[in-house]
């Protein structure tokens, strides 16, 4: 089966469409639908909203190819989500563990609702005819109810999104600053030109070698070469790596990856760079954890 994990592939331009949008409103949020070939789609961007996703483009990522269409609606290229699009869209959401049991009832309420109210009266009428919402009545405590939750979720993940970006900024610095250079206090790792391995550098810099090498290979600092790590041309060129030849054994010898002080200046700052995101996103996670309690 093709996912949208992998990148969506529109194989016809998008259509020109004269059919006008019909919008329904959940709880406030505008949730528009448009007929395409007869059947009806939903707009990514309100149903993303609707179901809590960060936008359309991380909504779509759980569907498959064929339940997401682009279209050319009143000039405008809007990207829309089929029917089973949007039954598959409600099922993965409510698969996320980390969500809170509000963010899970108002998924609940909203399945409810377009199988009750909104894809009734597509099939009733073959059209987009629209029930008038009735005027709110301040004096009916399920309706104030329904309205004060939705503010109450969009005030709370605004709050959270808020204290996310101000812990992670203060980690970041923090990171930063406990991961500066080391090089003054490890002298006896280095060699005559103020160089050393790749596996001193790790100790230098605090870090285990096993994921600090990974993290090398994925920042595509050096590659494999052999039984060798060796750097790229360019940061060779740049001086902050050299590569020297060591005896393994009588008449063999292989490659050996040194880092230069420049380079260990250089390297510090990116790894304390990939510190400081790996404890914004575990800031990131306890935050979420706490809203979920």
Not at 180 to 205: F, N
Not at 266 to 287: M, T
């Amino acid at each position: 089966m093709t996912t949208a994990s992998t990148q969506l592939t529109i194989h016809e331009p998008p259509r020109t469409m004269t059919a006008s949008i019909t919008p329904f409103d959940f709880e406030g949020t505008p949730v528009r639908v448009v007929s395409v070939d007869g059947e009806p789609c939903f707009v990514a961007s309100d149903l993303a909203r609707s179901l809590g996703y960060r936008d359309a483009v991380n909504l779509v990522r759980v569907l498959d190819e064929d339940e997401v269409t682009t279209q050319i609606v009143s000039g405008r290229e809007i990207m829309l989500v089929t029917e089973p699009g949007l039954y598959h869209a409600i099922t993965a959401r409510r698969q996320v563990k980390s969500l809170g049991a509000q963010v899970l009832e108002r998924i609940a309420r909203f399945k409810r609702w377009v199988h009750h109210d909104v894809i009734p009266s597509i099939r009733k009428t073959g059209a987009y005819s629209v029930r008038q919402t009735p005027a709110f009545d301040p004096e009916d405590a399920s309706a104030l109810r329904h309205v004060l939750l939705g503010y109450t979720e969009r005030v709370i993940t605004l709050e959270a999104k808020v204290e996310e970006q101000a812990q992670g900024l203060a980690i970041a610095h923090e990171v930063i600053e406990q991961s500066a250079p080391k090089v003054e206090a490890y002298e006896h790792l280095l060699d005559d030109s103020g160089a050393c391995c790749l596996a001193d550098a790790a100790r230098i810099l605090g870090a285990e070698q096993k994921p600090f090498f990974a993290w090398l290979r994925k920042s595509r600092i050096v590659f494999d070469k052999g039984e060798a790590l060796l750097p790229r041309a360019d940061l060779r060129k740049d001086g902050r790596f050299r590569v020297r030849l060591v005896r393994t054994r009588p008449g063999e010898h292989r490659e050996q990856t040194l880092v230069t002080r420049q380079g260990m200046i250089w390297l510090s700052h990116r790894w304390a760079a990939k510190l400081a995101v790996d404890a914004r996103e575990a800031a990131a996670a306890r935050i979420q954890a706490t809203l979920d309690l």
